[in-house]
C-alpha cells in the first residue's frame, strides 16, 4: 500500500482519483491487519473513532464532489496521543486509573486539526501518564518498533511515532515534556517536532509537568510537519501560556537554501557513553550542511551535565502537584468496598497507578515537602535559568545546533525496564532543550549497520521555527540518493 504524505492524500481527494473515505478505509484495514495487542504485533493505537473519522471524510468528500476550495489537512488520517482530549472517545493516558474516562470536550489542537479537513484515526498508546523512554510503562502493554518488533519505539510518545513508521497513519500527534516527541522519532526514523513552549495549544493535555509539556507532531516529511506546524501553532485564550506571537509561513521559506546560516555543535554531546555509530552519522549531517554553504562552530553548553538531575525534580514535582485530581472521585476509576474517604483515594490511587508514576509522585512529593523546598525545587529552577542562558548564549553566535539525539540505537524491549536511572539516561540529549524552552526537531538521518534508525537533533531560538524547518529539510534532503 501506498505510504501517503499530506499534499498527496488532499492533492488526490481534490482531484477526485481517491476519496477521503477511501483513504480512511485503507488506514484501518492496515490497522486491523498488523496492529493487534497480543503476539508481535505493534500495538500502536488504544482505541479507534471509526464513525467519527468516516463522517469527517464523508464531509470531506461531500465538498471534494462540490469542487469547493479544501483545507489543508483535506482527508489526511491522523491519530491522537491518548493524553489529548477526545470528546466521545477514551482518553486514558495509558492510565488504569483514567480506564473508561470520555471526555466531554476536545483538546484544542484536535479541533484545529479537524477544522483543517483531518480523519481522526483514533487514540494512541503511550507511556502512563507520558512518564517514559520506552512505552513499556503503558497500564495497557507495550508498543513494539515497526523497524524490530523486538525493540522498544521510544517514548513516551511511542505509539505516535510507531503509527507513523508502520504507515498506520499520515501524520500523529504526540507530547513531549523531556524529549517525548524526539526521542520516539529517531527510534523510529520519522520526523518528530518539539514547538517552542507556549506555540502551539496545551488545552485540553492530561497534565504531566505543566512547564515544561508540549504538545507537536510526527511525519515522514519534513514538509509534512511544517504543514501541521501551520495548522496547530497560534495562540489559544483557553490556554494561558500559548504566545501572543505571530506564526511564521513555515512553508514558503522551506526550500530556501541554507547558506549562511551559523551551525553550532555543542561539545557536551559528543562525550563519553556516545555510540559510535550514531556519532559518525551525526558528523556526516554536520559535514554535509558545511557543504551546503553553513559555518559550522563548536559552542559550549557547560551546565548540560546538570540537564538530568534537574528535570527529575522539577518534572517529578509538577507531576505530583498534577495527579493530585486523580482520587476516584471525578474521573474515571474508584475503588470499591472502601469504608471511608480516605480509604477509597488511598485504594483508587493504589490500584490505578503503575510504579513509574507511583516513583515519580514519591520523588516529586518529597522535593515539594516542607524543609526540602528550597533545597531541591527552588535550586533546580536556578539551575534552569543556567541551562536557558547557555543556549541563549550560544544561539548569539550561530542559528541552529546539531546534536545526537539518542545516545544509542533503540534498545531492547525489557533490558532497562529494570534499571530507572539508566532508562532515565536515555532521555540526556532530549531534557535540556526541554528545560529551556526551545525549540527541537528529529530527522532520521541514517541507519546503524544491523538496519535501525539514526536521528539527528537540531535546535533553533524560541519561537524560530522556520529556521529549524529549514535547516531540517536541508538535512532530509541530503539523506535522499540523488538520480
Known sequence: MEAWTIDAVRGAVAAGSTTATSVAEEHYTRIAKTDGPHGKDIHSFLALTRERALAQ?????????????????AGVPIGIKDVLATQGA????????????????????????????????????????AMGSSNENSAYGPVRNPRALDRVPGGSSGGSAAAVAAN?????????????????????????????????????????????????PFTRTVRDTATMLQVLAGEDPLDATSADIPV????????????????????????????????????????????????????????????????????????????????????????PESNTLSSMFRKTRDEGFGAEVKRRILLGTYALSAGYYDAYYAKAQQVRTLLTRDFLNAFQSCDILVAPMTPTPPFKIG?????????????????????????????????????????VQLMGRHFDEATLLRVAQAVEKAQKPTA
Open 57 to 73: 471524510a464523508a464531509r470531506i468528500d461531500a465538498m471534494a464532489a462540490k469542487g469547493e476550495p479544501l483545507p489543508p489537512l
Open 415 to 455: 533490558e532497562k525496564s529494570d534499571d530507572p536511572v539508566a532508562m532515565y539516561l536515555a532521555d540526556i540529549y532530549s531534557v535540556a532543550a526541554s528545560l529551556a524552552g526551545i525549540c527541537g526537531i528529529s530527522v532520521p538521518c541514517g541507519e546503524t549497520k544491523s538496519g535501525l534508525p539514526i536521528g
Open 168 to 216: 498506520f497513519a499520515v501524520a500523529t500527534l504526540g507530547t513531549d515534556t523531556g524529549g517525548s516527541i524526539r526521542q520516539p522519532a529517531a527510534f523510529c526514523g520519522v520526523v518528530g517536532l518539539l514547538p517552542t513552549y507556549g506555540r502551539v495549544s496545551r488545552y485540553g493535555l492530561i497534565a504531566f509537568a505543566s512547564s515544561l509539556d508540549r504538545v507537536g
Open 90 to 129: 477514551p482518553s486514558t493516558a495509558g492510565s488504569l486509573i483514567l480506564k473508561g474516562y470520555t471526555p466531554p470536550y476536545d483538546a484544542t489542537v484536535v479541533k484545529k486539526l479537524e477544522a483543517a479537513g483531518a480523519v481522526i484515526l483514533g487514540k494512541l498508546n503511550c507511556d502512563e501518564f
Open 248 to 335: 511564521a509561513d513555515y512553508l514558503t521559506d522551506l526550500d530556501k537554501p541554507v547558506t549562511g546560516l551559523r551551525v553550532g555543535v555543542p561539545e557536551e554531546y559528543f562525550g563519553e557513553g556516545l555510540d559510535p555509530e550514531i556519532r559518525t552519522a551525526i558528523e556526516t549531517v554536520i559535514a554535509g550542511l558545511e557543504k551546503d554553504g553553513c559555518t559550522v562552530t563548536k559552542v559550549s553548553l557547560p551546565h548540560t551535565r546538570h540537564a538530568i538531575p534537574t528535570y527529575y525534580v522539577i518534572a517529578t514535582a509538577e507531576a505530583s502537584s498534577n495527579l493530585s485530581r486523580f482520587d476516584g472521585v471525578r474521573f474515571g476509576l474508584r475503588a
